[in-house]
Structures are given as structure tokens and as C-alpha cells.
């Protein structure tokens, strides 16, 4: 058995201190078709001064050797020497027949370096020269994909699909749908999820095809896919939210609450499903459980506002509110703020009789709602009530062009004649 051999057998076996001991044996004294055989071992491995100091060596002895180059300039990407990759490409002409695979490269470290446009010329380049070749082709289109352009990724990947289904590990009829998914086309985007379970069925694209079916409004298909994907796997925590969500929008109010409460027993801290939840409850009239909901979720999280406001508004159906005050105040010591939290406090402390203070958020909030008719109605009324009729009137009256239709404003502006 030859030494190259013998190391690889002992990678294989897990015995890698003796087999790079023996690396320095084939370095001395093997052949340069050994030294390089082994120096594309170890880079795989993920030995990278090893490998470079191989290279280095057969580069001395074959200095204008393109593919040495550019297996050099590949050790120092990996090594995040970019600059020193970069000085190995950038001479590379575009008559050389390494020219196109020095682009692939430099497009990488452009790319790493934030200098997507940078990348992308780099790729036109390659793509100019060989615009068949799908390594190229699924290089622009991971390009276009990864920087956002998802509408200019497509055609790419389509060209891609053409040759192969798979590139580098990735299903690219998976990365169509995400891309149409992300572009909210979403029944395109299924048509691909669908192509994706077929070339490799996984627990992450059953729950992207769920997902997206979702967001499409096809319930019963989210329903479908987000029901199998927990037969395959109970503890995938994020697809219960949306086949709960499912189920609500299918009107089967009670089963959306089994699943919530079903993802609980998994993730028991999970704050998006308590709210979710909580929300259910309330709507099956559980108000108790509700509320055990609501708190468990600011427990994990006091300034989460989706499950504040909730809790506000359950305070304001028990007049609780010095309670309300209370919580606001506590998340606004937190550095929690949300211009709602103005809305709210006006409406608090106007029923504690606590005017004056009263008048100040309802100010503040109006720079922020001042479009929303349920803000301007109880913006108005207090003004009204508060003797302030020529700017209640400015309230009313901002509040009719927005909803003509509201008799009772209309009636209401009667009484300023």
C-alpha cells in the first residue's frame, strides 16, 4: 500500500494524528501527481495549511500552471485570505480556458467581501462565455436569490432545470417556489413545493409548502400538508401556529384550539402560540384560559405588545383602569413604546377622571392615528365632553370625510348649528 493510500485509510478510520504524520513522507518524497492528489485530500478534510504548503510546492516546480492557481486560490478563500485569492485571478485573461472558473471564484469573494454588483459582473462575464453550463447558470441565480432579486433568479434556475434537478445540494425546484413565494405568487410558488416533495422529502419543504398554501388562502391545503408534516414530525414547533390558523379560517373554531393548545405540550414557552391561544379562548368564550394565556406569555416576555394590548383590553372590560395605566407604565419603564400605548392611557385616564393627562396622550396619539375613524370618534367625543366643541367639531368633521356614512357624527354635527 502506497503512503497516500495508507493516509486516506487512516482518515477513514478515524485515526487522523497518524495519517498527517505520514503527509510530510509524500510532500518529500512521492510523485507530484501523489503530492497533488493528497493536497485535494486534505482541502476536503479541511486541512488548509497542509494542502497549501503542497501547492506551493508543485507551484514552484510548474509556476504557470493555471489549475494550481486557481486550487490555491480556492485554499485561500477557504482560509478567508481573500486578498491573496484575489491576486491569483485577477490576471487570469479571458482567452484562458480557466477564465470562466477564476470568474466563479472571484464572484465568491465578491460576494463575501458585500460587493454584490461587483459579483454579478464577474458572473455576466462567465455567464458571455459559457451560458450552457449550469455550475454558471446556478451561480448567477443563487446570486440574484441571496441579494433579494428574486424575479431576476427564475429564469436561471429554469435554465438550470433543464440539465439536472439538483445542484450543490439544493433542489431547485425548491428554490423556484421559495423565490416565487417571496414575490407573493403563491400558487406558482405551490406548483414548485409540490415538484421539491418529489425530489426530496423533508419536514422543512412539507412545512413551506403548508406555509405558502397558507398565505394563498388555500386552507385545506395548508390544513393537508401542516397535518402531515406532524404525523412525520409532532415536535416541528412552527407548524402549529398556522394549522391552527387553518382551521380558524375554515371555521372549525374548536379544532384550531386543540392544535394550539397540542403545540403547547411541546413548546410550552412558545409566546406567538400562548397569544394565538389566548385569542382562540376568547372567542369560545374561555376567558379564564385566556387570560392564563395572555400572562404566561408577558411572563416570557413583558414587552410583548400583541399579548399587552390583549391584556389592556381584557382590563378595560373589568374597568381595571388603574391596572391598565399600571401595565403601560411598567413596559414604558422598560423601554418598551408603541404609539398605541397613547391611545390607551388617554382612554384610561379619561375614566379616572384624570383630564388634563388625559388630553396630552390623546394629542400625542393623534399624530399617529389620526386617519383610524375609531381613534378620531374617541378623540371627539372627549374633546366634546370636555367642552372643547370647536376642536371636537374639527375631529367630527375630519372623521365624516373619511366615513360619510356615519349617521351618528352626522347627527352628532347638529348640535354645533
Not at 145 to 170: C, I
Not at 236 to 264: H, M, N, R, T, W
Amino acid at each position: 500500500m502506497g503512503k497516500l493510500d495508507e493516509i486516506v485509510q487512516l482518515v477513514e478510520q478515524g485515526d487522523v494524528e497518524r495519517a498527517l504524520a505520514l503527509v510530510e513522507q509524500v510532500k518529500q518524497n512521492g510523485s507530484d501527481e501523489e503530492r497533488y492528489m493528497l493536497a485535494d485530500h486534505l482541502f476536503s478534510w479541511g486541512f488548509l495549511e497542509e494542502a497549501e504548503a503542497l501547492v506551493h510546492l508543485l507551484l514552484a516546480r510548474y509556476p504557470d500552471e493555471r489549475e494550481l492557481q486557481l486550487f490555491l486560490a480556492e485554499i485561500y478563500t477557504e482560509m478567508d485570505k481573500e486578498e491573496e485569492a484575489l491576486e491569483l485571478l485577477i490576471d487570469i485573461e479571458e482567452d484562458d480556458p480557466y477564465y470562466v472558473r477564476a470568474c466563479l471564484l472571484m464572484a465568491d469573494l465578491y460576494q463575501m467581501q458585500g460587493l454584490d454588483e461587483v459579483s454579478e459582473q464577474k458572473l455576466l462575464k462567465a455567464y458571455e462565455k459559457m451560458p450552457n453550463e449550469p455550475l454558471v447558470q446556478f451561480a448567477l441565480a443563487e446570486l440574484y436569490f441571496t441579494s433579494g432579486q428574486y424575479q431576476k433568479s427564475l429564469p436561471y434556475y429554469e435554465q438550470v432545470m433543464k440539465q439536472t434537478k439538483t445542484m450543490a445540494g439544493t433542489v431547485l425546484a425548491q428554490r423556484m417556489a421559495e423565490a416565487y413565494s417571496l414575490l407573493g405568487e403563491f400558487e406558482q410558488a405551490m406548483v414548485y413545493y409540490e415538484q421539491a416533495l418529489n425530489e426530496r422529502f423533508d419536514a422543512h419543504t412539507l412545512f413551506q409548502y403548508g406555509f405558502t398554501a397558507y398565505q394563498a388562502e388555500a386552507y385545506k391545503t395548508a390544513i393537508a400538508k401542516l397535518s402531515e408534516l406532524k404525523a412525520l414530525d409532532r415536535e416541528y414547533v412552527p407548524l402549529y401556529l398556522f394549522l391552527a390558523k387553518s382551521y380558524e379560517q375554515e371555521g372549525d373554531i374548536q379544532q384550531s384550539y386543540e392544535i394550539a393548545k397540542e403545540g403547547l405540550t411541546i413548546d410550552e414557552w412558545n409566546k406567538e402560540l400562548l397569544v394565538y391561544a389566548g385569542k382562540i379562548a376568547l372567542k369560545l368564550g374561555k376567558r379564564e384560559e385566556a387570560i392564563g394565556y395572555i400572562e404566561q406569555a408577558l411572563r416570557i416576555d413583558p414587552g410583548y405588545l400583541e399579548a399587552l394590548f390583549i391584556q389592556t383590553s381584557l382590563l378595560f372590560h373589568e374597568e381595571r383602569y388603574e391596572d391598565v395605566v399600571r401595565i403601560i407604565q411598567q413596559a414604558l419603564d422598560q423601554g418598551e413604546y408603541d404609539p398605541q400605548f397613547e391611545w390607551e392611557l388617554a382612554k384610561a385616564k379619561q375614566k379616572l377622571e384624570m383630564y388634563d393627562q388625559a388630553l396630552n396622550h390623546y394629542e400625542e396619539a393623534y399624530t399617529f392615528f389620526k386617519d383610524d375613524p375609531n381613534f378620531l370618534y374617541d378623540f371627539g367625543y372627549f374633546l366634546f365632553e370636555e367642552g372643547r366643541r370647536e376642536k371636537a367639531k374639527d375631529i367630527f368633521e375630519q372623521l365624516l370625510r373619511i366615513d360619510p356614512t356615519n349617521e351618528e357624527i352626522a347627527h352628532m354635527m347638529l348640535q354645533f348649528e
